[in-house]
DNA sequence: TCTATATCACCC
DNA sequence: AAACGGGTGATATAGA
């Protein structure tokens, strides 16, 4: 046994096939497993797998088991009702994080990375009966593991690990939304679209074949008198900020802006819906340089336009809470920079205010209420240094002199002298030693001609990452069930009753993996919350659902038919999946 | 005609 | 040369 190991008692090669269709949880086909000291080897294949009742080997702390897909392990655990593994190391994550930030294997998948260790590779990719394919791959894997063993830094792989229990758990879990409308909008979405569109634009001809029609929307902001940005060669900026601004200075504009994401891209045929209309999507642990998750943008609800999230609606006598930590970012700035203006202005519990009264644009006794134009220049301000933001560019946000723009980056490095010290020695250190890492060791590799920006928004993206990920385990393993994770925010579901205290405990949760994360610093949390048979709501998305809702309404069947399909004996469930598209 | 790249939407 | 970080994805355009 090789040394680092010695104090298991056992090491178990596993993998998993398994099938998952779009929307639906995974199910199990097969389980191979090879215990790497004595060579043991258990298959498993369909019917006899279905009626074993624990794991073919150990689970326990003594156990450490090594597989290329955790998520696809435990989600096989989970489907089978076994016990979930204590100590997992995904190799494939873990070479993802030897070779983070630089070149790729030319190939995917496990292929990839053995060629990448210089191993045979052939028998991997070879034909040949589905018990043949595992026996090559659990080969491969046992070779691969052998060639890694010894880079392993095994207590933070196994965070890693862990995190894949969480991952697996929240895939099975999903989100639930409201079929009928779903059913509604993926069986006639061109239709409803247009009259969407029809309903916003209200004859003012501003959207045409379901598109901005250029002619229209300026003969429209004439008649507002709304003065649109103009690009240097004389056409309308029709870019984000400028639609964000305008959207910001007229209400009027708002539902055009909502509309534009609508008709460029969303589809609700590519959501990922099970037929118990739950929305899963594999969420893609670290598959960012960050070690972000990236789940699919539009399988997912929480992907698309804020105002498909109207559709996120709990299942009868259960509710939803979304917790977000408050301004993750500036508080990770804050806490890893130890600079003590910023944890100050952090801790008053409005940073952006509290950095215009440490400047000196805004008095002792100002508030967000009294000063709101001076605490959202100090805001975009703010956020905008944790992208490495310049002054043109606020000054372009801001609709500022470029003067008034350079005075604000200056007053947040005259308040916060210390972060921007830390900040520079972050881009140094990278520089020196080519690399990059998280707290707890998701390592990121620099080039010499890395955008400094990057190198400086990292620790903040990355060890927001990390904060998320030893959530997702506190909080799934206290039996929390969590929809989905959303970079700073978790989405959690319980009975109406137990909610507040689901709530309480992943508050609590969430602000000690802030403490662990950050030595010692708490982040604050805020809460929303939904209860069945409300709908969940986003203010972003508000204009372009009331449209959307009062199209589906004159849809939708009289409620004394609406009775009987809502009934479990009829479930709308079943004409879900005729609409949904095969894998 | 197909593929690589660029642009512009959206998310955090 | 660009000057706001990390992404997904649809669509348009350029080039083989």
């Given at each position: ?6 104090h298991?008692a ?10 998952a ?10 389980v191979s ?8 080897v ?5 019917p ?8 073919p ?15 696809e ?20 994550v ?7 930030g ?12 053995l060629l990448?260790?210089?191993?045979p ?7 040949g009966?589905s ?6 791959r ?12 010894g880079?392993?830094?095994?207590g933070?792989a196994l ?7 969480a ?6 879990t999903?989100?639930p939304?409201e ?7 993926a ?10 569109i ?7 001809g501003?959207?045409?074949?379901g598109?901005?029609?250029l ?6 902001l ?8 103009v690009?240097?060669l ?26 534009r994401?609508?008709?460029?891209w ?16 594999p ?5 960012s340089?960050t070690?972000r998750?990236q ?14 999230r109207?559709l996120?609606?709990p299942?009868n006598?259960r509710?939803l ?11 990770i700035a ?6 003590p ?18 400047t000196?644009?805004?008095r002792a006794?100002?508030t967000?209420?009294?000063?709101p134009?001076?605490?959202d220049q100090?805001?975009?301000c703010?956020?905008g240094?944790?992208?490495g933001?310049?002054h ?16 604000l ?7 916060f002298p210390?972060?921007?010290?830390w ?7 990278a ?25 400086r ?13 030893l ?7 206290a ?5 989905a994770?959303?970079?700073?925010a978790l989405?959690?579901e ?8 689901a ?9 000690e ?15 929303k ?5 409300e709908?969940?709501s ?8 009331s ?10 069947p009289p ?25």
């Amino acid at each position: 046994m090789i040394p680092s190991l010695s104090h298991y008692a056992s090491v178990w090669i596993v993998i998993c096939k398994s099938v998952a269709r779009s929307g639906e949880r995974l199910c199990p086909l097969a389980v191979s497993a090879k215990d790497f000291g004595t060579g043991q080897v258990v298959e498993l294949g369909v019917p006899k797998l279905l009626g074993i009742k624990r794991p073919p080997y150990a689970t326990g702390p003594q156990a450490l088991l090594v597989t290329v897909d955790a998520n696809e392990v435990i989600a096989c655990h989970l489907a089978l009702g076994w016990r979930l593994p204590e100590r997992i190391v995904d190799l494939m994550v873990e070479f993802r994080n030897s070779i983070n930030g630089g070149p790729l294997p030319m190939v995917g998948g496990l292929t990839g990375v053995l060629l990448w260790h210089g191993l045979p590779a052939s028998a991997v990719v070879c034909t040949g009966s589905s018990l043949h394919q595992m026996r090559a791959r659990l080969a491969a894997i046992e070779n691969l593991f052998e060639r890694m063993v010894g880079t392993l830094d095994l207590g933070r792989a196994l965070l890693r690990g862990r995190y894949m229990c969480a991952v697996a758990r929240i895939e099975a879990t999903g989100i639930p939304v409201e079929q009928q409308s779903l059913v509604l909008l993926a069986n006639d979405w061109p239709a409803i679209r247009n009259c969407v569109i029809g309903t916003v634009d209200d004859g003012r001809g501003v959207f045409r074949n379901g598109r901005l029609n250029l002619g229209g929307f300026k003969t429209w902001l004439d008649q507002q008198r709304i003065v649109w940005p103009v690009l240097p060669l004389g056409t309308l900026d029709l870019g984000d900020d400028a639609w964000r601004e305008m959207a910001r200075l007229h209400p009027d504009v708002r539902p055009f802006k909502e509309l534009r994401a609508t008709l460029s891209w969303f589809d609700p045929i590519s959501l990922a819906i099970g037929r118990d209309g739950r929305n899963r999507t594999p969420l893609r642990p670290f598959a960012s340089i960050t070690g972000r998750n990236q789940p699919s943008a539009k399988a997912s609800v929480l992907g698309s336009a804020a105002w498909v999230r109207h559709l996120v609606t709990p299942q009868n006598g259960r509710a939803l809470a979304v917790i977000d930590w408050d301004q993750q970012e500036f508080g990770i700035a804050a806490a890893l920079s130890v600079d003590p203006a910023m944890q100050r202005s952090y801790t008053s519990g409005d940073p952006y205010l509290a950095l215009a009264k440490t400047t000196g644009a805004a008095r002792a006794d100002a508030t967000a209420a009294s000063h709101p134009n001076v605490r959202d220049q100090y805001k975009a301000c703010a956020l905008g240094v944790q992208y490495g933001i310049g002054h043109t560019r606020l000054a372009r946000q801001l609709g500022l002199s470029e003067i008034d723009a350079r005075t604000l980056l200056e007053g947040h490095r005259r308040a916060f002298p210390r972060f921007w010290r830390w900040s520079d020695g972050v881009e140094t250190y990278a520089l020196l030693h080519r690399e990059q890492q998280s707290v707890f060791g998701w390592r990121r590799k620099v080039g010499l001609d890395a955008n400094p920006r990057s190198l400086r928004n990292f620790p903040m993206q990355a060890n927001g990452a990390e904060m998320l990920r030893l959530a997702c385990c506190r909080v799934t393993e206290a039996g929390i069930s969590v929809c989905a994770p959303n970079h700073d925010a978790l989405m959690i579901e319980a009975p109406v009753r137990d909610l507040a205290d689901a709530v309480a405990t992943t508050q609590r949760l969430m602000a000690e993996a802030s403490e662990i994360v950050l030595g010692g610093f708490t982040l604050r949390t805020s809460a929303k919350a939904v209860a069945a048979p409300e709908r969940w709501s986003d203010p972003r998305g508000q204009a372009v659902w009331s449209a959307v809702e009062t199209v589906l309404n004159e849809r939708r069947p009289p409620v004394h038919q609406r009775d009987r399909t809502c009934s479990p004996a009829d479930p709308r469930t079943i004409l879900l999946s005729v609409y949904r598209r095969d894998t």
